[in-house]
């Protein structure tokens, strides 16, 4: 996807709910999909990454579900804590074989 | 292994000054990545390097940007007449085998160009 200037959206979710972040992405062609956290002050950090030829990854507490048909991602984040409130980012692979970041979603989880 | 290690981690500067910000990458990876990240624009790839060579620098803004790798773990990337537009974080990455596997970024380098 194309990066945004400015203004993230938001994403507010209480201590302990589930969250999904959406991502839509650009390139029908990709084929490898990551999500990254950013937290402030830091590098993005890996958190979980799926290929084309699967719909669904599970890593620890998070989940990437892709549908290839709408050329759309999520991130879903189980019992959200404190210490997930973050930026994240999706990652697609580009034409050119490179990976291309959209804008990104703040994550911010209340009490 | 400590990860990709980014160096300085804040810099401030006067327009027309030089900068030159430095980066290690993790030991064994072949491809090395110069990010820049602002609110505008987020995440842009600048340039990327395999095996210490410059493969792809389409991302790089101007003449004034420029970036070296003398060998498998250093690199530098250089502005030169810095602007007050350069101010930005910028991130280095590496990884392993490809450009199209997962990144692993350093901490990032403030820029402030007054």
């Known amino acids: 996807g194309e990066n945004v200037g400015l203004h993230l959206p938001t994403l507010s979710v209480q201590e302990g709910d589930n969250s999904i972040i959406n991502c839509a992405y650009s390139?029908?062609?990709?084929?490898?999909f990551i999500w990254y956290k950013q937290e402030s002050g830091k590098g993005p950090q890996f958190i979980i990454d799926?290929?084309?030829?699967?719909d669904k990854r599970q890593g620890q507490r998070v989940t990437v579900l892709l549908n290839k048909t709408v050329k759309h991602l999520s991130l879903q984040i189980a019992a959200t804590q404190p210490g997930d409130s973050a930026v994240y980012f999706c990652a697609e692979n580009s034409y050119r074989g490179k990976l291309q970041f959209g804008a990104g979603t703040q994550v911010v989880v209340t009490p | 292994d400590a990860g990709v290690i980014q160096s300085p981690r804040h810099e401030v500067t006067e327009m027309g000054q030089e900068v030159t910000l430095r980066c290690k990458p993790i030991s064994g990876h072949d491809y090395l990545f110069w990010y820049r990240q602002t609110m505008m624009r987020g995440l842009e790839l600048l340039i990327y390097?395999?095996?210490?060579?410059?493969?792809?620098d389409s991302g790089m803004p101007e003449d004034r940007f420029s970036a070296k790798m003398p060998n498998a773990s250093f690199s530098t990337l250089k502005i030169q007449p810095s602007e007050p537009r350069d101010s930005a974080v910028y991130f280095c990455?590496?990884?392993?085998?490809?450009?199209?596997?997962?990144?692993?970024f350093g901490s990032g380098t403030q820029l402030s160009v007054l």
């Open positions: 799926i290929r084309s030829n699967m």
């Open positions: 990455a590496s990884s392993l085998r490809s450009t199209n596997e997962k990144l692993f």
């Open positions: 390097f395999n095996n210490n060579v410059p493969i792809d």
């Open positions: 390139n029908s062609a990709s084929d490898y």
